[in-house]
Nanobody
Framework: QVNLVESGGGLVQAGASLRLSCAAS????????MGWFRQAPGKERECVAA????????YYADSVKGRFTISRDNAKNTVSLQMSSLKPEDTAIYYC???????????????????WGQGTQVTVSS
């Protein structure tokens, strides 16, 4: 099990940038595929980005490609989500999640992730 704590959310205007961070503690961080998910009111939780254990491969939702970048630092046990050109539709609670199963590619399926952070609110005003 790994404990996850997100930070960096806030209220920004459309077009702004924001960087989310997730700090992990517990089992070896480098053995986990990491994902960033978001959930807006009345909508299902969706994966916006995920990254493999080594950081060699990443997944991005079509809605964020070219605007969001996921990265990880295994030495610091952190995974980050750099968000730019934010839109009002990016407003949601953002969650960090950990998948302990080895996969060639990161899974966008929430069911694949065993451990979750408490979430951080991102609000983008128009």
């Amino acid at each position: 099990q790994v404990n996850l704590v997100e930070s960096g959310g806030g209220l920004v205007q459309a077009g702004a940038s924001l960087r989310l961070s997730c700090a992990a503690s517990g089992r070896s961080f480098s053995t986990y595929t990491m994902g960033w998910f978001r959930q807006a009111p009345g909508k299902e939780r969706e994966c916006v980005a995920a990254i493999t254990r080594s950081g060699s491969s990443a997944y991005y939702a079509d809605s964020v490609k070219g605007r969001f970048t996921i990265s990880r630092d295994n030495a610091k046990n952190t995974v980050s989500l750099q968000m730019s050109s934010l839109k009002p539709e990016d407003t949601a609670i953002y969650y960090c999640a950990a998948d302990g199963t080895w996969r060639l590619l990161p899974s966008p399926n929430a069911a694949a992730y065993e451990d979750w952070g408490q979430g951080t609110q991102v609000t983008v005003s128009s």
